[in-house]
């Protein structure tokens, strides 16, 4: 499915970009308070947002030149928090093969969600590390993906993608990759967003420069989702 793209000419504040990893646990401490029972809801992050446009000088606050149009473009067809887009930041939008790898995404697999690669699982998720510790989920892909096994680049006709999901079918008989394999990729990404509310404060005229209005927009909050 395609959505809106806010693209990366449309740059934020960097003094105000705040960005965090999101996690659902829940958290029960027993009577005693002596111990708890948790449970993480999500085994992998989504990702939390709230930036500002820097000032920007327009003659017409929907001048098509304007960034703050673009970004109220990108709003408008999102319909708000009803609709999902794409962001391509500029900050966080590349994954190298170092920093790569794959899960087996098939649900029966007893190696399913790791890097293990069984030699009979045909599907796996697209993945980034996280300080070296942990996995980010990578579904958007922006363009076409490089995909290795065993640091070998396959031919695009060796696999389709899904949401983030390769599907191998190579070799003679066309299948997965050999049991032990090391699995890796490298592209450029989206995050798929939600804006936090149907409406934001901060957007306003701060002034003028050689007699041009200067823009801005603050507190702008949205958030990461999976398909």
């Given at each position: 499915?395609?959505?809106?793209?806010?693209?990366?000419?449309?740059?934020?504040?960097?003094d105000?970009?705040?960005?965090?990893?999101?996690?659902?646990?829940?958290?029960?401490p027993?009577?005693?308070?002596?111990?708890?029972?948790?449970?993480?809801?999500?085994?992998?992050?989504a990702?939390?947002?709230?930036?500002s446009?820097?000032?920007?000088?327009?003659?017409?606050?929907?001048?098509t030149?304007?960034i703050?149009?673009?970004?109220?473009?990108?709003?408008g067809?999102?319909?708000?928090q009803?609709?999902?887009?794409?962001?391509?930041?500029?900050?966080?939008?590349?994954?190298?093969?170092?920093?790569?790898g794959?899960?087996?995404?098939?649900?029966?697999?007893a190696?399913?969600?790791?890097?293990?690669?069984?030699?009979?699982?045909?599907?796996?998720?697209?993945?980034?590390?996280?300080?070296?510790?942990?996995w980010?989920?990578i579904?958007?892909l922006?363009?076409?993906?490089?995909?290795?096994?065993?640091g070998?680049?396959?031919?695009s006709?060796?696999?389709t993608?899904?949401?983030?999901?390769?599907?191998f079918?190579y070799?003679?008989?066309?299948?997965?990759?050999?049991?032990?394999?090391?699995?890796?990729w490298?592209?450029?990404?989206?995050?798929?967003?939600?804006?936090?509310a149907?409406?934001?404060?901060?957007?306003?005229?701060?002034?003028?420069?050689?007699?041009v209005?200067?823009?801005?927009?603050?507190?702008?909050?949205?958030?990461?989702?999976f398909i």
């Amino acid at each position: 499915m395609s959505y809106p793209v806010l693209n990366s000419s449309v740059q934020w504040d960097i003094d105000s970009y705040k960005k965090t990893p999101v996690f659902n646990s829940s958290v029960q401490p027993n009577v005693a308070r002596r111990g708890v029972a948790a449970v993480s809801m999500m085994p992998f992050p989504a990702w939390d947002f709230n930036v500002s446009l820097p000032p920007t000088s327009s003659s017409s606050l929907l001048s098509t030149s304007s960034i703050v149009s673009q970004f109220l473009g990108t709003f408008g067809a999102a319909q708000g928090q009803g609709g999902l887009w794409w962001w391509n930041d500029a900050t966080d939008y590349q994954v190298t093969t170092a920093v790569s790898g794959m899960l087996d995404a098939v649900s029966t697999s007893a190696n399913y969600m790791t890097t293990t690669v069984n030699g009979t699982s045909t599907q796996f998720q697209l993945v980034r590390t996280l300080g070296g510790l942990s996995w980010d989920v990578i579904q958007n892909l922006n363009g076409s993906p490089n995909i290795y096994v065993n640091g070998d680049l396959l031919s695009s006709g060796d696999y389709t993608i899904s949401n983030g999901v390769v599907t191998f079918a190579y070799g003679s008989p066309a299948g997965g990759p050999p049991e032990g394999a090391t699995l890796t990729w490298s592209g450029n990404f989206y995050f798929l967003c939600r804006f936090g509310a149907d409406s934001f404060e901060g957007l306003s005229m701060i002034g003028s420069q050689n007699g041009v209005p200067v823009w801005t927009c603050d507190s702008i909050k949205f958030g990461s989702e999976f398909i």
